[in-house]
């Protein structure tokens, strides 16, 4: 029970934080402290259920505090933000200490109730503002027929017939719809009410919310004061008293309005109004009808437990792999009913699993929001100003990449506050504005997502990361490496450019770590940057990690599956060119083409004659050829892991379950010639020792 | 040197082993790390991995790595035959479990015992590493090896593996 | 004269905040921990004026708990409350059909709980 509340409570705070930054930037954003209020109402509200007073208290004032600058009693300013943020991170903490057990907790607690305590008096002192502005008395008429079925429910319409009266002066005028077959357990009776109150359209709403599915609503304000008094309203109404047929409104404006006529209160403006309000009037129904759809259109969001999630995800794949399985089958067994149904069901799987998938996507949005606050924290303890921007918060990432991709980018951020961005003297020395701009953004291309960090700060500089490398023996201070290549070597395993160590980046643990963990999820990092301009780093993920459009080939009698997405051109090439091909290198279309046997590579024996076919694919900004005995066709491949006993095997991305029940393996193709290269540079190592 | 068995299995409460064959040796496993018993599929080899990964098979649309239990214990490979057969064994890795397939030659039957009659594994002599014998059972006059079937499954030990291989080899030249 | 309320929750915790909450308004209260439970006090306690339930409870849920209800021409018209999360759009649909009254949004205090009730039964 308590790790409900913990769990709900985190969630809030993580709202409550996102609206708290957002109020930062815009002070008078009515709709933050509205949520901001809403939040803490419902932090409040779970805390009291779950027994914990002091959470419930403390969260009580705060609360007191957004109501009144809610209400505009009180205004908001860096000072009342500061103490939030404070005393959101406290609420952090006390959720795991509700009875403040830890000492520090304990005074921090109290402090803070301080402070709160001094905003609230403060505010007291200063406003001597009515309480909420209530509505001017005008007289509403509401009409309330329930359906027949009402008592089914359990329901009384009469204690809110009666309800509603009590809220001013009223006339209540009931109906009866009697016909010849009434069942006696069935409602017959409708009600107008009229009344003179102060009350709001939605208070009034309020006193149905049982029954808005049971009954027909309908509320009209009318333009009339002083309507319960009126004579010939009251004999106009009274007519139609327990008969079947309800008041008249046409009739009853047009009588009131003739009254108000001959007072001097009504000008031309008015009659107009009335006009109008008379056609709507008319059209109760289809008034109705519009603002209820209006309404339900507001919650169409429900929340599902990941467990559930996942196992959703677990039976598609294997449906997707026993639809497969059909059309395998109906293949083999042509018969026109079968291919029929196969037909169909392969619509419906592709359609559910794209349904399904589309599930476990969230809006990258999440994350970002907690970043913001970690860059204002990071920025201000560093001492330098910055601009904060994330644009494309609505692009949707699966939830596991998203997950996964929290720490890397938090590293990269904090790595351009700290190294990128300058501080503000120093900015302008060299003609820029002193505070800097750090922007996060995310944008779909294709399959891939794409997040960029960019900043304005000073840049990479080359030579000094190529000195660096030197220095750290990581590179030979003859190799020939273009810019490119030497910017690459920030991702190296133990190379940090920090001149010193500081707390925001921490030690040379980092952009290795950064390129691994984005490698785990098949993307990759890249990094543009000029001097003083300052730096971009581009992070490209695939939209799902557990679904793939593949093609599918073999190799010495194995399935395998390459990504489609990387693939540009199929050609069909002879054994012999490659037999005795030093170079390792294809003339394609008229370009040279490095390329890869993978049954060279992966140790199954190579044919001398006959064709192979190679398949293009691209590697960074060059295309590699890599070789195939067959291609068997496209393959949407649902990717599972190999488990760690393959762990070694990383060119293997997964494995794929085929129709027939055997496994291919899905094979990362930049992976296949990291392998290549790397063994291509070992054996020149060997042929240079001999 | 002592089995290597805990104070809780030590108590008198019988448990179920199951047994099986590799070359002309016998070998007993635990019936609860055993998930269940399959006949061979079609086995897909991962290219570039060592001997004794023999490769992944579906297991209801899941991917099950198989190891080749008999390369693993340095003997030499042979064809399937109808008897040969996959152990699926749930095995404990540091604090985490995951499924592996052992290849069998055949098995051979459960049976039960009081975990007191397990001997301790005879230190001279032996073929294997005594970390991967959790004890010695002499079931209806046949003596078998009850594997740590933990520690000879695990991934982690891949080199262990390669160099007990030269142990045994040591071993026998001993 | 003072209304019987039978109150069902599967957290004691939650049923205690209710029923104190009720009783010092001046209603008599019946706890239930589950929605089986919750039949079996309905059916042993004379004079039970309306029921309030939580959703998720094990055993059986709130939903069944109303459709059992309603099954037994006795309580067809028995009010029912139903205790429901904001998340729970669906839910809250699901107990409409099944039969509730009408339903309260957690967490709510006891203003709010009192303030429904009356809507319900006087």
């Known amino acids: 029970m308590k790790l409900t509340y913990i769990e709900e409570a985190n969630e809030l705070l993580a709202n409550l934080e996102i609206s708290l930054l957002a109020l930062e930037n815009n002070s008078s954003d009515k709709t933050c402290i509205e949520e901001i209020f809403r939040v803490m109402h419902t932090l409040k509200g779970n805390s009291s259920m779950f027994g914990l007073p002091v959470i419930t208290d403390f969260v009580h004032d705060l609360e007191t505090i957004y109501d009144k600058v809610r209400s505009g009693e009180m205004e908001l300013n860096k000072e009342l933000i500061d103490c939030s943020f404070l005393c959101l991170d406290h609420i952090k903490v006390i959720i795991y200490d509700a009875d403040l057990e830890n000492v520090v907790n304990k005074e921090n607690h109290f402090e803070l109730l301080k402070k709160i305590g001094g905003f609230i008096e403060e505010a007291g002192s200063i406003s001597v503002n009515e309480k909420k502005e209530s509505q001017a008395v005008r007289t509403v008429y509401v009409l309330f027929e329930p359906s027949a079925k009402i008592f089914d429910n359990g329901t009384n319409p009469l204690f809110l017939v009666s309800e509603l009266a009590s809220m001013g002066n009223s006339k209540v005028v009931p109906h009866f719809k009697l016909s010849e077959n009434q069942a006696h357990d069935e409602c017959f009776t ?54 079947d047929v309800g008041t008249n409104m046409e009739e009853l404006v047009h009588l009131l309005s003739d009254q108000q006529n001959n007072e001097p209160v009504a000008d031309a403006k008015k009659e107009v109004v009335i006009e109008t309000d008379v056609s709507e009037a008319g059209a109760i129904h289809s008034n109705k009808k519009v603002s209820k759809e209006v309404k339900e259109k507001g919650a169409t969001s429900i929340r599902v437990s990941s467990d559930k999630l996942d196992e959703l995800m677990n039976l598609v794949s294997e449906l997707v792999t026993t639809q497969a399985g059909l059309t395998l089958f109906t293949a083999k067994n042509k018969t026109p009913e079968l291919e029929t149904i196969s037909e169909n069901v392969e619509k419906l799987t592709r359609r559910l699993r794209d349904t399904a998938f589309g599930m476990t996507l969230v809006p990258i949005n999440n994350m970002f929001g907690r970043f913001q606050r970690m860059v204002r924290d990071i920025s201000s303890s560093l001492g330098k100003e910055v601009e904060f921007v994330t644009e494309g918060g609505e692009t949707e990432l699966d939830k596991t990449i998203i997950e996964t991709l929290t720490d890397p980018l938090m590293h990269i951020l904090r790595n351009s506050l700290d190294h990128g961005i300058e501080k503000a003297a120093d900015r302008v020395t060299k003609g820029k504005s002193p505070g800097g701009k750090l922007i996060l953004k995310s944008f779909y291309s294709g399959v891939f997502v794409y997040i960029q960090i960019i900043d304005d700060g000073k840049g990479i500089n080359v030579e000094t990361i190529r000195d660096k490398a030197i220095s750290k023996g990581i590179i030979k201070s003859t190799d020939n490496l273009s810019d490119k290549e030497i910017l690459d070597l920030i991702f190296y395993a133990g190379f940090s450019t920090a001149e010193k160590i500081t707390d925001v980046s921490g030690r040379g643990v980092g952009m290795d770590v950064v390129k691994r963990n984005i490698a785990d999820l098949r993307g990759n990092i890249l990094v543009e940057s000029e001097v003083n301009v300052g730096t971009t780093l581009t992070i490209k993920l695939p939209l799902t990690l557990s679904i793939i459009d593949g093609l599918l080939v073999t190799v010495d009698k194995v399935n395998y599956i390459i990504p489609l997405s990387v693939i540009t051109k199929c050609y069909s090439v002879k054994n012999e060119d490659m037999a005795n091909n030093f170079n390792r290198l294809l003339t394609l279309d008229g370009e040279q083409v490095p390329y890869i046997n993978l049954r060279e590579e992966f140790g199954y024996t190579v044919q001398g004659s006959g064709e192979t076919l190679l398949i293009a694919v691209n590697n960074g900004d060059r295309v590699v050829g890599i070789t195939v005995d067959m291609i068997i066709g496209e393959y949407q491949a649902v990717i599972k892991p190999l488990g760690r006993h393959h762990k070694k095997q990383d060119f293997v991305s997964g494995a794929s379950i085929l129709g027939d029940g055997t496994i291919a393996l899905v094979l990362d193709t930049n992976k296949v010639i990291d392998l290549y290269t790397n063994n291509i540079k070992r054996e020149e190592k060997t042929w240079q020792l001999n | 040197m002592a089995v290597k068995l805990t104070k809780e299995e030590k108590t008198g409460v019988t448990t179920s082993f199951l047994s099986f064959k590799l070359a002309e040796e016998h070998f007993a496993i635990e019936v609860k790390k055993i998930m269940e018993i399959l006949e061979v599929p079609r086995i897909t080899k991962v290219p570039q991995t060592p001997d004794f990964l023999k490769g992944v098979v579906n297991l209801r649309g899941g991917v099950l790595p198989v190891i080749d239990t008999r390369t693993k214990f340095g003997m030499p490979q042979v064809d399937f035959t109808v008897n040969t057969c996959i152990l699926v064994l749930s095995i404990d890795i540091n604090d985490e479990t995951i499924t592996v397939g052992a290849l069998v030659d055949s098995v051979s039957e459960v049976f039960e015992m009081e975990e007191k ?53 040591e071993a026998v030249a001993e | 004269m003072n209304r019987t309320i039978l109150v069902i929750d599967d957290s004691e ?49 709130g939903i069944s708990f109303v459709k059992e209800v309603r099954k037994d021409a006795n309580y067809r018209f028995l009010p029912i409350i139903v205790l429901t999360t904001e998340s729970q759009e669906t839910k809250k649909q699901e107990a409409r059909e099944a039969g509730a009254t009408a339903w309260i949004i957690k967490p709510f205090s006891k203003e709010k709980l009192v303030n429904v009730i009356k809507k319900i039964v006087r």
Do not use: C
Not at chain 1, 215 to 220: L, M, N, P, R, V
Not at chain 2, 138 to 149: G, P, R, S, V
């Open chain 1, 190 to 243: 409708y009600w107008e009410i009229f009344i003179e109150t102060d009350r709001s359209e939605n208070e009034i709403r309020d006193v149905f919310v049982f029954v808005e599915d049971n009954a027909e609503i309908f509320i009209k304000e009318l333009p009339f004061k002083n309507v319960l008094k009126n004579k010939h309203f009251n004999d106009l109404v009274s007519k139609n008293m327990y008969g």
């Open chain 3, 13 to 61: 915790s939650i049923r205690e905040v209710i029923t104190v909450g009720l009783q010092s308004s001046g209603y008599n209260v019946i706890k239930g921990i589950n929605g089986a439970d919750g039949l079996e006090q309905l059916r042993q306690s004379q004079g039970i004026d309306l029921v309030i339930t939580d959703l998720n409870m094990p055993v059986m849920d």
């Open chain 2, 117 to 169: 009659h397990i001997q301790p594994s005879p230190t001279i002599g032996a073929r294997y590493r005594s970390e991967f014998i959790k004890g010695m059972i002499n079931e209806k006059d046949q003596f078998m090896m009850l594997l740590d079937i933990d520690k000879v499954f695990s991934a982690a030990d891949i080199e262990t593996i390669l160099e007990t291989h030269n142990e045994i080899e």
